[in-house]
């Protein structure tokens, strides 16, 4: 099984022709350029891969229009293929107040946690993509077809990602929302030759990661101290450094990188200090 999930291609939102909380959200259609996104990647999918696809779709008009062009871009028949709408595949609904006001309270209670007003949390959109996952799964079961498409949102498919390969919250944190119409597979480990996150057989690849150069620095640097990348993960994540008072990661994000290359190349090479 190999899944291809696809954000929809740039809208009028994107670029400001439309304000989206004074328009109705599901109603914003492509752009122009989105439109020929979503051409350029049905190309670059290919028609063989759609064929033998399950295809699914978030029920928002940027995403059914994403979609359509994709498939035009192959020079499938629309016939020869059928489409599942979910939506539970939908955007994140970030509620009616200005989402800049709230910065200040999404710092305090976590990016992932907070519940926008009059909306969702990231961890809502992981409830309801985890409950389509199960979904999936069970319908992939019964359909012979090797190969899964869905086209949906950049929340949605960070959500559908960790969930799919049972990552922490702190490294779907670390995950950047993919560009519109960008291509994040999901496949067998072995089939991918260098996977941003994996876990067991899977693997996956096409996400963008924050302070990437940083954390495969350090990752190289570990790597040889543990036992398998697993393990050498759950330190990064979260093992608190006892002279420090942070992990890693926290200090990654902190800035302090130059502080914790140090503290690696001083530490004896058959254990963590």
Known sequence: MIIKLIRHGESDANIGKVDPSKFKDSAIPLSKNGIQQAINTGDSIG????????????????????????????????????????????????????????????????????????????????????????????????????????????????????????????????????????????????????????????GMEGIRIRNAFERTTIMEKILPLCKNRKEAEQWYYTEVIPSIGYTANEMIKLGRYESLLSYLERIEADGFA
């Not at 979609?67 to 939506?87: M, W």
């Not at 992932?112 to 992939?140: H, I, N, Q, V």
């Not at 119409?181 to 057989?201: A, Q």
């Open 47 to 202: 028609k063989d891969f759609i064929k033998n696809a399950s295809i699914y779709c978030s029920p928002y008009i940027r995403t059914r229009q994403t979609l359509q062009y994709i498939i035009e871009g192959t020079d499938i028949n629309k016939k020869d293929i059928t489409v599942y709408e979910d939506p539970r595949l939908r955007e994140i609904d970030i509620g009616y107040d200005a989402p800049e006001e709230q910065l200040p309270l999404r710092k305090t209670h976590g990016w992932f946690y907070y519940r926008f007003k009059g909306g969702e949390s990231p961890a809502d959109c992981f409830d309801r993509t985890s409950a389509y996952l199960e979904s999936m799964m069970r319908e992939s079961e019964r359909n012979p077809k090797d190969n899964i498409l869905i086209v949906a949102h950049g929340m949605t498919i960070r959500c559908f990602v960790t969930r799919f390969l049972h990552l922490t919250v702190e490294q779907f944190e670390e995950m950047e929302n993919p560009n519109n119409c960008e291509i994040i597979t999901i496949d067998l480990k072995k089939h991918i030759n260098s996977p941003v996150f994996s876990n067991g057989r899977w």
